[in-house]
């Protein structure tokens, strides 16, 4: 008697996150990224998973590839051939698309539609519009339309539904897990290919936790990930920590926003310590917010634990403008006692700066850089514009009162003007952004920074490489740093469909000049950067420096430039919105302006952002 045996079958399951266009239509690409995506790190493992699982079947074989564009070029037609040649088995993934990257998603999607190949797109943009508008937004009932499948919500415990939908051709419109956030303790944790960290200089991200309690309008991680703390365990952060050892990472993206407010951070600290103590060595950068330092033995441990650096929530210092983003938890008493906790430690801090807050006028916004530059002991200062991100309580209200918003999504990549400001035309509004960066980075400031760092021990030629990846990466490669990488890559063939045609040979000569010239430029910023803090480390009395943000007093005596709210917003009464529909001196495009009667003029009591009580209430299935 003879068994048949069953034939074994690939299937493809090719993850993609996608990157970016730049204003002349190129992909934002690099030979290798500063910053890895944990979101493609998570669906790499969950997929990975089910195919060590076997969970389609024993005779399936799940082939899983991820790809990263920030560093990779996607190869679209191997993929394609890849899928096609095995009779059209296999499916694209389209992960951690963030607003920005969803026209480039888009564009993907259609090549591999057109194929015939079956694709799933996920990530805050449709998991944030899923959660906070009455309905889905054209461009992702236009995704609908062509066969892609929207996930919203997190995929632990979910991937495998996914892929046997896929596997037997039942993908659904839409699968909303938002109502229904997974526990992270004894999930499968992220991971990536040795390939794909290498191309991200072995920076490697994880999630230790996620959600925040706090209910800062323009943030979209509580109507997506929710407010309350979710973790993972000690154990769980130790295998991660030496499954990436294991492929050569030691430095670590904790990607938590506000790992102050992970439950579970006491735990993780202690053994990341007892890791450490039995000689494992590695790094960690750290997101929390300006209060942290009042949770007994959160800085203490963090540094003991390998904490090198520490992006902090400091987002403004005009009080008004705080109070109008909701983000009652900061309290600018209190800056200069969380920064000292951190130096004390050694710790480089980075920090957001938003502009284009209510209050905010070119005038303000360079009065609160110089008094941070006298006042806050900071190192690295990035700016962002404020941008109304869907999934945000910002971004619904304006959706509801049909204000102007950009059309283009391409660009809510906080780096450019998106929305109308009340007291700022465009113009302004942009110019200002270029000038903070400027203005902060100026070089008698980065040598007061780098004189600090040498006074307190944090580390000169850590915060002067710091200061070249974030103000060199702005003022010579043109990006913001969290988008950066070394070396661009601009590839002809994958501009944005509808960019005007460009010459073959005028590309390359252009393309080889501007690499030279960034190159030249860079590398000369790089030699008097370096001049510069080996002069302070020679300067004997380099290691008594001091001045008013290194001093123990409180901020009480300081006098803060913001205007009186009276004074700062004639006309305006506290509670105004943090977008206004007043012109602004823009032309008023905004074609439902006329649906609804014009808006010029209007100015709303922003009842959310503005000091409404309730947090915005996702709207999950
Ligand atoms: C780490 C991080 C980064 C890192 C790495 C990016 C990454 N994705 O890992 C870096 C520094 C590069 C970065 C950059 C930027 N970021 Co960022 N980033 C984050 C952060 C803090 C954590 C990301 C993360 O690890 N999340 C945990 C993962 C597991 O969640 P997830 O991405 O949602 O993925 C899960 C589900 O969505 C789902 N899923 C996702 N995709 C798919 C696909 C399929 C097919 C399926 C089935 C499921 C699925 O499953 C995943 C696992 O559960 C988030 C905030 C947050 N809490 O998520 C902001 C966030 C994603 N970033 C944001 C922004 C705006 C930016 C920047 C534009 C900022 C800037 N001005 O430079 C740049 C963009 C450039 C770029 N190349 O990415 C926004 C996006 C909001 C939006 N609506 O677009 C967020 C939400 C923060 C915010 N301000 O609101 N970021
Ligand atoms: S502190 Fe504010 S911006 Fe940061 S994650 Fe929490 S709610 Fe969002």
Redesign the pocket.
């Given at each position: 008697m003879t068994h048949d045996t069953p034939r074994r079958e690939n299937y493809y399951v090719e993850?993609i996150?996608p990157?970016?266009y730049d204003d002349d239509g190129y992909i934002?690409q690099w030979h290798w990224?500063?910053?890895?995506?944990?979101?493609?790190?998570?669906?790499y493992a969950?997929a990975s998973d089910v195919a060590e699982r076997r969970a389609l079947g024993e005779n399936v074989e799940l082939v899983v590839n991820a790809y990263d564009e920030?560093h990779a070029v996607i190869p679209v037609g191997k993929i394609i051939r890849r899928i096609l040649s095995g009779g059209g088995r296999g499916i694209v993934?389209?992960?951690?698309?963030?607003?920005?990257?969803?026209p480039r998603a888009a564009d993907l999607a259609r090549e591999f539609r057109a194929a015939g190949i079956p694709?799933?797109?996920?990530?805050?943009?449709?998991?944030?519009c899923v959660a906070m508008l009455a309905e889905l937004p054209s461009e992702l009932r236009d995704l609908q339309a062509l066969g892609v499948?929207l996930?919203?919500?997190?995929?632990?415990g979910?991937?495998e539904g996914?892929l046997a939908d896929a596997y037997r051709d039942r993908l659904q419109p839409l699968?909303n897990y938002l109502g229904d956030r997974?526990e992270l303790q004894g999930q499968v944790g992220?991971r990536l290919p040795r390939k794909v960290v290498a191309r991200g200089m072995f920076f490697a991200?994880?999630?230790a936790g996620?959600g925040?309690p706090f209910e800062c309008s323009?943030?979209?991680?509580i109507n997506?990930?929710g407010r309350k703390s979710r973790w993972r365990t000690a154990d769980d952060v130790e295998r991660l920590v030496r499954a990436n050892q294991a492929q050569g990472a030691r430095r670590f993206?904790i990607?938590?926003?506000n790992f102050a407010r992970n439950q579970n951070w006491e735990a993780i600290f202690d053994r990341l310590i007892a890791l450490r103590e039995q000689g494992l060595h590695f790094r960690f950068t750290l997101?929390v917010d300006m209060m942290c330092h009042k949770i007994p033995g959160f800085v203490e441990k963090a540094a003991r634990a390998g904490c090198n650096r520490v992006f902090l929530g400091l987002e403004n210092i005009n009080p008004a403008n705080l109070a109008a983003a909701g983000k009652r938890q900061n309290r600018i008493g209190e800056y200069r006692a969380t920064l000292r906790a951190w130096r004390s430690r050694r710790v480089v801090i980075c920090a957001g700066y938003i502009l284009g807050f209510p209050s905010d006028t070119p005038e303000a916004i360079r009065r609160d850089i110089q008094t941070i530059q006298r006042e806050l002991p900071v190192d690295i200062l990035?700016f962002?514009?404020l941008?109304p991100?869907?999934?945000?309580a910002d971004?619904q209200r304006m959706v509801d009162r049909g204000q102007w918003m950009e059309p283009d999504l391409n660009r809510?990549?906080?780096?450019h003007v998106t929305t109308r400001h009340p007291r700022m035309s465009r113009q302004e509004w942009a110019d200002v952004y270029d000038r903070a960066w400027h203005l902060y980075y100026s070089p008698q400031h980065v040598e007061t920074l780098l004189r600090r760092a040498r006074a307190l021990g944090a580390g000169a030629s850590h915060v002067a490489s710091a200061i070249m990846a974030y103000y060199g990466s702005y003022r010579f490669a043109g990006?913001?740093?969290?988008?950066a990488g070394l070396l661009r890559r601009k590839v002809r063939g994958t501009r944005r469909p509808g960019s005007p045609p460009d010459n073959p040979l005028l590309f390359y000569v252009r393309r080889a000049w501007q690499s030279l010239s960034a190159g030249v430029r860079q590398g000369m910023y790089w030699l008097w950067l370096d001049r510069l803090r080996k002069r302070i480390h020679r300067d004997p009395s380099s290691q008594a420096y001091t001045d008013a943000a290194l001093s123990d007093d409180d901020l009480n005596g300081v006098a803060w430039s913001w205007e009186p709210a009276s004074a700062a917003s004639p006309g305006r009464q506290p509670g105004d919105g943090v977008y206004s529909s007043q012109d602004g001196g823009y032309p008023n495009t905004d074609p439902r302006a006329d649906a609804r009667g014009s808006t010029a003029g209007f100015s709303w009591n922003h009842a959310s952002s503005l000091g409404d009580e309730r947090p915005p209430v996702a709207k999950a299935a």
């Open positions: 993850i996150k990157s970016h934002i990224a500063f910053a890895p995506s944990n979101s493609l790190a998570c669906l969950l920030s993934l389209l992960a951690g698309v963030q607003t920005n990257q969803l694709v799933a797109i996920g990530g805050f943009h449709v998991s944030g499948a996930f919203a919500g997190e995929a632990e979910r991937m996914l699968y997974p992220p991200p994880f999630d996620r925040c323009f943030c979209t991680i997506v990930q993206f990607t938590d926003d997101q990035e962002f514009f941008t991100l869907p999934g945000s971004h809510y990549d906080a780096e990006v913001h740093p969290l988008q």
